[in-house]
């Protein structure tokens, strides 16, 4: 199966493979401390780097050793395209290609560079241009064609490279490949100035959603609704001594709770029925006070408002289930880290598994709720949150996330999402779960001892109106750009398709034309396969 496309009559089709001159897989080597004489220092590069190529160019390459007979081999050279023929995923299938150029091969030149051996480097006959045919395997990518392709399972996938080096790529003369590619470079370039400015409008919305939350927790959000109330606002000590009165009635109204499972378990036989007794609930511990230091650092607040722990606002934060979970749809829903999406719970990648009575009691989920990421390799996904709403109480949740249930007369779920969100506090989080182990963590403890602004529920509930009323405009921009930014790739792929199609740059019949060319092509092929050499391998 191969692309559908009308080509001139100028024009040739040959497969791929005819036009390479040298192909060969990668290699890994061995760790950069290894030490043998035959070895010595390269860059390799990896599918990774092709992430971020247009701007990185391979300069996050990994130094490997490899034996020296290696490097010689598979050296790259500019104009090498490199395919890559392993790895993948759901989202993402094998078979990205990039350019060797000039630029590539000036980093660090003192260093040989080379491909893993996840990908497969493709030499093309020199009366060929590799950009042309990069910029087709890239379109023939984007298409979806190379699906097709591909084998393996939705984590690791592989590319059927015999069959993928043998479709057919529309074939122009020479002199015509180099004015297709001058036009889509040049449209490209336009396209990538608006694509520029769409991106740095989405960063400065991103940049205007924190200066919302940074007005929000500051009071200035809500300073004329605080002049109409202020004969009925309470004071910062008496909001401060309200939270301590609600934190110990939440704890009477929980002994009262243990007491009577208690007198149901008793009532059924005890330790007869087989069942546990109930575990008594522990005393909520008495957090330090912010000391005259600490609360001289932090900025003034509005009248009625105080700066306090996040522990005092909250239960005693509850680490997940490590029961394991796979997606047959027998039990229960339990959310992980993928989940935990945009502020709210994304139930499109669930998880199952089976629980009793009193595991569900203990995992359970209120609308109000948070659920907080608690490890992560990225710092930045560390202590991010998801509220709860009515139709996610169906789940649990597992060991890598954190319930933050909010104390309902001192804290609204909204309203701690929200500032947990805040820059202010990301920074606190950040902080406490930088590692240098590569894994970011925070525990229950450095989640309690996060400092927050507390105001009245009444001020609460009239700040988040004001951050969604901004925010509700902010997304509707962002929808925009995005619908925008897709349009700019439809219309890369539409340039693309025009110049497969003859329809970019007009012919010119004083060109060589594409038969004559394959042929000398074919010829060269020809005589080499004549001449043994070393280190070459068949596709």
């Known amino acids: 199966m191969t692309l559908k496309i009308q080509i001139p009559d100028s024009w040739s089709h040959p497969a791929i493979e005819e036009?390479?001159?040298?192909?060969?897989?990668?290699?890994?080597?061995?760790?950069?401390?290894?030490?043998?004489p035959n070895f010595d220092s390269a860059l390799c590069i990896r599918g990774s780097e092709f992430r971020n190529w247009s701007e990185d160019k391979g300069k996050t390459a990994s130094v490997r050793k490899l034996k020296v007979s290696s490097i010689n081999t598979r050296v790259l050279k500019?104009?090498?395209?490199?395919?890559?023929?392993?790895?993948?995923?759901?989202?993402?299938?094998?078979?990205?290609?990039?350019?060797?150029?000039?630029?590539?091969?000036?980093?660090?030149?003192e260093l040989p560079k080379v491909c893993t051996n996840f990908l497969r480097l493709v030499r093309l006959n020199e009366n060929s241009f590799p950009t042309f045919v990069n910029y087709f395997l890239n379109y023939f990518y984007v298409s979806g064609e190379v699906i097709n392709y591909q084998s393996g399972s939705n984590n690791l996938r592989n590319l059927k490279f015999n069959d993928y080096i043998g479709i057919g790529i529309p074939f122009?003369?020479?002199?015509?490949?180099?004015?297709?590619?001058?036009?889509?470079?040049?449209?490209?370039?336009e396209l990538e100035k608006g694509v520029e400015s769409l991106k740095a409008a989405r960063e400065q919305l991103k940049v205007y959603r924190q200066s919302v939350l940074k007005a929000a927790f500051e009071g200035r959000l809500t300073e004329s609704w605080r002049k109409e109330l202020a004969d009925e606002l309470e004071s910062a000590s008496e909001l401060l001594a309200r939270i301590k009165t609600e934190r110990e009635a939440r704890y009477e109204a929980r002994l009262a709770e243990w007491q009577q499972a208690v007198n149901a378990w008793e009532a059924e036989g005890g330790k007869a029925s087989g069942t546990k007794k109930p575990t008594k609930p522990k005393m909520p511990k008495e957090l330090p006070p912010l000391t005259a230091d600490e609360l001289a650092d932090l900025p003034a607040l509005p009248k009625g408002w105080g700066w306090i722990k996040l522990g005092e606002g909250i239960e005693e934060p509850a680490?997940?289930?490590?029961?394991?979970?796979?997606?047959?749809?027998?039990?229960?829903?339990?959310?992980?880290?993928?989940?935990?999406?945009?502020?709210?719970?994304?139930?499109?990648?669930?998880?199952?598994?089976?629980?009793?009575?009193?595991?569900?009691?203990?995992?359970?989920?209120?609308?109000?709720?948070?659920?907080?990421?608690?490890?992560?390799g990225s710092v930045s996904l560390v202590g991010k949150c998801a509220l709860i709403r009515d139709k996610d109480e169906k789940f649990l949740y597992a060991g890598y996330l954190i319930r933050?249930?909010?104390?309902?007369?001192?804290?609204?779920?909204?309203?701690?999402?929200?500032?947990?969100?805040?820059?202010?506090?990301?920074?606190?989080?950040?902080f406490k779960a930088k590692s240098t182990s590569g894994v970011n963590n925070i525990n229950s403890n450095e989640l309690k001892a996060l400092v927050l602004p507390a105001c009245s529920l009444g001020e609460q509930h009239q700040i988040v109106q004001e951050i969604e009323s901004r925010f509700s405009v902010v997304e509707k921009m962002e929808q925009t750009i995005e619908e925008s930014l897709q349009k700019a790739e439809a219309l890369r792929q539409s340039i693309l398709k025009r110049a497969f199609e003859g329809k970019l740059v007009p012919q010119n019949p004083d060109d060589e034309p594409a038969s004559e060319l394959l042929a000398r092509i074919r010829a060269e092929r020809e005589a080499a396969s004549h001449i043994p050499k070393r280190g070459r391998k068949k596709v």
């Open 19 to 36: 036009l390479t001159t040298f192909v060969i897989g990668g290699d890994w080597g061995k760790a950069p401390e290894f030490d043998d």
């Open 78 to 109: 500019e104009g090498d395209i490199l395919v890559e023929i392993s790895g993948g995923g759901p989202e993402q299938p094998v078979g990205r290609t990039v350019l060797i150029d000039k630029s590539v091969l000036s980093f660090n030149p």
């Open 172 to 189: 122009p003369p020479l002199n015509e490949q180099h004015r297709i590619v001058a036009k889509i470079e040049e449209l490209f370039s």
């Open 319 to 376: 680490y997940g289930t490590s029961k394991k979970c796979d997606y047959e749809s027998d039990g229960i829903g339990v959310l992980r880290i993928p989940n935990i999406a945009n502020g709210f719970i994304d139930d499109s990648d669930l998880k199952f598994a089976t629980f009793d009575e009193r595991e569900v009691a203990q995992y359970k989920l209120c609308a109000g709720d948070l659920l907080t990421i608690r490890s992560n």
């Open 404 to 430: 933050i249930r909010p104390l309902r007369g001192i804290f609204k779920g909204s309203f701690l999402y929200y500032v947990l969100s805040s820059s202010a506090l990301r920074s606190q989080i950040e």
